[in-house]
């Protein structure tokens, strides 16, 4: 069945860099395209970015540079790498798979990894 | 960036009512609409797709309907499981968006 797991740390220091690894199960990457949400607590849902089954990249220009995707398709793993983390970067991140035929819809989800900055 | 607009952002509705919810796109998204249902610590779950296509495994009391700008998100007969936040998000264009959600409680 179609699974997606986030890892990642429950802390990170103002100013450093976040890193989050989505291992997928149940399907291929080089099929569907993954995608990474986050959500602040009690907040709403943020689009983030997105890694095609090509290999190419998306981001949410609100991120501008501190973004960025990457693969190993091997793996099955999708990375998430974030610079110069701020506390209102604290947030569940979620990565999940896009439905095969309508760009920008997610049909499984990660449970998410409540990463918090801390000062 | 298109902005999405949900309301309202809470409702409080009785077992077996019929609870409606809003969603306005700040321009025209051709029913690239889907709903999200979210309970308490978990992960989204797809609902709803392209404004009225009901994902696999949903229960057929949620409905979707809409065009251009306006959505809406309809459960019949209310039941307890329902309890949740419930989002709108835009699939027409990159980013996609979501709407700020709303919090449906049990009366």
């Known amino acids: 069945q179609v699974q997606l797991k986030e890892t990642g740390p429950d802390l990170v220091q103002l100013t450093q860099t976040l890193s989050i690894t989505c291992t997928v199960s149940g399907f291929s990457l080089t099929t569907y395209n993954v995608h990474w949400v986050r959500q602040p607590p009690g907040k709403g849902l943020e689009w983030m970015g997105a890694?095609?089954?090509?290999?190419?990249?998306d981001y949410n220009s609100a991120f501008k540079s501190r973004l960025s995707i990457s693969r190993d398709t091997s793996k099955s793993q999708v990375f998430l790498k974030m610079n110069s983390l701020q506390t209102d970067d604290t947030a569940k991140y979620f990565c999940?798979?896009?439905?095969?035929?309508?760009?920008?819809?997610?049909?499984?989800w990660g449970q998410g990894v409540m990463v918090t900055v801390s000062s | 960036d298109i902005q999405m607009t949900q309301s309202p952002a809470s409702l409080s509705a009785s077992l077996g009512e019929t609870v409606t919810i809003e969603c306005l796109a700040s321009e025209d998204i051709y029913s690239n609409l889907a709903w999200y249902q979210q309970k308490p610590g978990k992960s989204p779950q797809l609902l709803i797709y392209y404004a009225n296509s009901l994902n696999d495994g949903v229960p057929s009391r949620f409905s979707g309907s809409g065009s251009g700008t306006q959505y809406s998100l309809k459960i019949n007969s209310l039941q307890s499981e329902d309890v949740s936040i419930y989002f709108c998000q835009q699939n027409y264009d990159s980013p996609w968006t979501f709407g700020g959600g709303t919090k449906l409680e049990l009366k």
């Open positions: 999940a798979r896009e439905v095969g035929n309508y760009p920008g819809v997610f049909d499984y």
């Open positions: 890694m095609w089954n090509g290999g190419g990249t």
